[in-house]
């Protein structure tokens, strides 16, 4: 699989140092689609983009970790990761701001849920196209074709120094509050922007409704 035009201003950050507890002993993100474990096929599909990739972890010794070998992502670990996304969201957005003290040139991140299986190389792209195309730095958030709000959410560097200040489970979902008045909304197909499976229920229920779907 060949990689996009580059887009090295524009950063994908993939949280993946959750402890997948809802699915009962198994890990979400090494659930097999398209033949491949989800977790890498969420990276594919953002490298396909052309964008830097960021990818959290456990630790490096994590088994998620030995999906993602041969692919050029940066791998971040978190060792506080029992205290949320928003451990990881620090993790993250502190590397793209040089460990929070100087930038390092990238105009915007995206923040790309592990767990949705049904986001295309296209849905990434339609979002960071939207924030191409306005005059002035907005916030991006893909929405199910019916306009609900999902993901992925991608945020101009100005909203960095907030990201890296939020707590809990919350995510990013304070910064978006904060900057409403800034934010757009980028209509994908279907319910690509919502679909999440985080439990061995929502896993069935999606194998017997779709086909596996390509990463691209």
């Not at 409403?180 to 017997?208: C, F, M, N, Q």
């Amino acid at each position: 699989m060949g990689y996009g035009a580059a887009m090295l201003d524009i950063a994908i950050v993939i949280p993946a140092a959750g402890a997948s507890r809802r699915m009962r002993g198994k890990d979400k993100l090494l659930q097999i689609v398209d033949g491949q474990p989800l977790l890498r096929r969420q990276v594919k599909v953002a490298l396909a983009t052309g964008a830097h990739v960021v990818v959290t972890l456990p630790d490096h010794a994590h088994p998620r970790a030995a999906v993602l070998q041969g692919l050029p992502v940066q791998i971040i670990s978190v060792p506080d990761s029992n205290l949320g996304m928003s451990a990881s969201l620090r993790r993250g957005i502190g590397m793209l701001r040089g460990n929070g003290i100087l930038p390092r040139g990238f105009r915007a991140a995206m923040i790309l849920p592990a767990d949705m299986p049904e986001l295309t190389t296209a849905d990434l792209q339609a979002v960071m196209q939207a924030f191409d195309n306005q005059a002035h730095p907005t916030l991006q958030q893909g929405t199910s074709a019916n306009g609900t709000p999902g993901h992925p959410v991608l945020f101009p560097a100005d909203c960095f120094m907030a990201l890296m200040a939020v707590s809990g489970d919350q995510g990013a979902r304070q910064v978006l509050r904060h900057n409403k008045h800034r934010l757009r909304y980028v209509a994908l197909p279907g319910e690509h922007a919502l679909i999440d499976l985080d439990t061995p229920e929502a896993w069935a229920e999606w194998r017997s409704e779709n086909v596996v779907l390509a990463p691209g």
